[in-house]
């Protein structure tokens, strides 16, 4: 396993597969987001600030839950050489440190998620292959019944010992649901705007974590309440929360955008008064007639006082 997962060696250091995943997963959402970043006019450090504060308070949610969790001892805490990084808890934790860093720059935190979320989903796709890597994000074992291929199945850990044992490839369903919502996020922020484009690939991210949790293998994953696991419930809970806030936010929407469809009535209303009262208006010019026909016949008089001269002398 640790030559599958091992991409080279330099002296008594090796570098994973595993990590150059997380790498390139943080490389793209980067560079998504700051493509986006620039067409919506934000500030144009945006998408690196989010890198800077995200991954560093996504490592201690990932940390704490995964102790939490029960996967690694308290005690192992800032020990990175022992393995357990907890998705939901680093999803949580990089969201509130976000969050708050919009708040201090006193930015559009709507805008700014619509911004951020189509290239962290696309992170999320091309990082999910570090499990293929390190042979977790792994289903049940199948049997002789199923065809073991790829995608449908993948290696695992007791593979390396015995050649035979492998696991269905939840995580590449996970890659799928991560890439779908990343392009539909792109899709939406034309058509969406004020954080609705978030709001919607962040509730479906999330039942669909809430579901593929299920089909995980319940090894690597604590199991709390007979069947529903710690991952679950902290899932489950930031989906109920932003249920609440979508819901909270969606309250304040009718009322503008009922401004807007009685705008267009007001004008009809008004042009039908501005109908009747055009004809009025050019009947009242015509009052200039009366000094036409006055100073008509006293011009023409002036030019009979030189005649009149004329005989006189």
Same mark, same amino acid.
């Given at each position: 396993?640790?030559?599958?997962?091992?991409?080279?060696?330099?002296?008594?250091?090796?570098?994973?597969?595993?990590?150059?995943?997380?790498?390139?997963?943080?490389?793209?959402?980067?560079?998504?987001?700051?493509?986006?970043?620039?067409?919506?006019?934000?500030?144009?450090?945006?998408?690196?600030?989010?890198?800077?504060?995200?991954?560093?308070?996504?490592?201690?949610?990932?940390?704490?839950?995964?102790?939490?969790?029960?996967?690694?001892?308290?005690?192992?805490?800032?020990?990175?050489?022992?393995?357990?990084?907890?998705?939901? @808890?680093?999803?949580?934790?990089?969201?509130?440190?976000?969050?708050?860093?919009?708040?201090?720059?006193?930015?559009?935190? @709507?805008?700014?998620?619509?911004?951020?979320?189509?290239?962290?989903?696309?992170?999320?796709?091309?990082?999910?292959?570090?499990?293929?890597?390190? /042979?977790?994000?792994?289903?049940?074992?199948?049997?002789?019944?199923?065809?073991?291929?790829?995608?449908? /199945?993948?290696?695992?850990?007791?593979?390396?010992?015995?050649?035979?044992?492998?696991?269905?490839?939840?995580?590449?369903?996970?890659?799928?649901? /991560?890439?779908?919502?990343?392009?539909?996020?792109?899709?939406?922020?034309?058509?969406?705007?004020?954080?609705?484009?978030?709001?919607?690939?962040?509730?479906?991210?999330?039942?669909?974590?809430?579901?593929?949790?299920?089909?995980?293998?319940?090894?690597?994953?604590?199991?709390?309440?007979?069947?529903?696991?710690?991952?679950?419930?902290?899932?489950?809970?930031?989906?109920?929360?932003?249920? /609440?806030?979508?819901?909270?936010?969606?309250?304040?929407?009718?009322?503008?955008?009922?401004?807007?469809? @009685?705008?267009?009535?007001?004008?009809?209303?008004?042009?039908?008064?501005?109908?009747?009262?055009?004809?009025?208006?050019?009947?009242?010019?015509?009052?200039?007639?009366?000094?036409?026909?006055?100073?008509?016949?006293?011009?023409?008089?002036?030019?009979?006082?030189?005649?009149?001269?004329?005989?006189?002398?």
């Amino acid at each position: 396993m640790e030559s599958f997962n091992t991409a080279f060696t330099v002296g008594s250091v090796s570098l994973t597969w595993s990590a150059i995943m997380l790498v390139l997963g943080i490389l793209v959402a980067v560079i998504v987001s700051e493509i986006l970043v620039k067409k919506r006019g934000l500030y144009k450090d945006l998408a690196l600030d989010a890198c800077i504060v995200g991954i560093p308070a996504g490592l201690v949610g990932a940390r704490l839950f995964s102790a939490l969790s029960g996967k690694i001892p308290f005690s192992a805490f800032f020990d990175l050489t022992v393995g357990g990084l907890n998705l939901p @808890g680093a999803l949580l934790f990089a969201g509130v440190g976000i969050a708050i860093y919009t708040r201090i720059k006193k930015l559009p935190l @709507g805008k700014a998620l619509d911004a951020l979320i189509p290239g962290a989903m696309f992170g999320l796709a091309v990082g999910r292959w570090a499990d293929f890597f390190l /042979c977790e994000g792994l289903g049940p074992i199948a049997d002789d019944a199923v065809p073991k291929f790829f995608p449908l /199945c993948t290696f695992t850990a007791q593979f390396f010992r015995d050649g035979q044992t492998v696991a269905f490839a939840v995580f590449f369903l996970d890659f799928l649901v /991560c890439l779908a919502l990343g392009v539909a996020a792109l899709l939406l922020n034309k058509k969406l705007s004020d954080s609705k484009t978030a709001r919607a690939v962040i509730l479906v991210y999330l039942f669909a974590e809430f579901i593929l949790e299920w089909l995980r293998d319940g090894s690597t994953r604590q199991i709390v309440f007979g069947e529903v696991r710690f991952n679950q419930i902290v899932l489950l809970g930031m989906l109920l929360f932003f249920v /609440c806030l979508s819901l909270a936010i969606a309250k304040r929407e009718p009322a503008p955008s009922a401004e807007p469809a @009685g705008e267009p009535e007001a004008p009809e209303e008004a042009e039908a008064p501005e109908e009747s009262e055009s004809p009025d208006e050019p009947e009242a010019p015509e009052q200039p007639d009366e000094p036409e026909a006055a100073e008509a016949p006293e011009q023409p008089d002036a030019p009979e006082t030189p005649e009149k001269e004329q005989t006189e002398a």
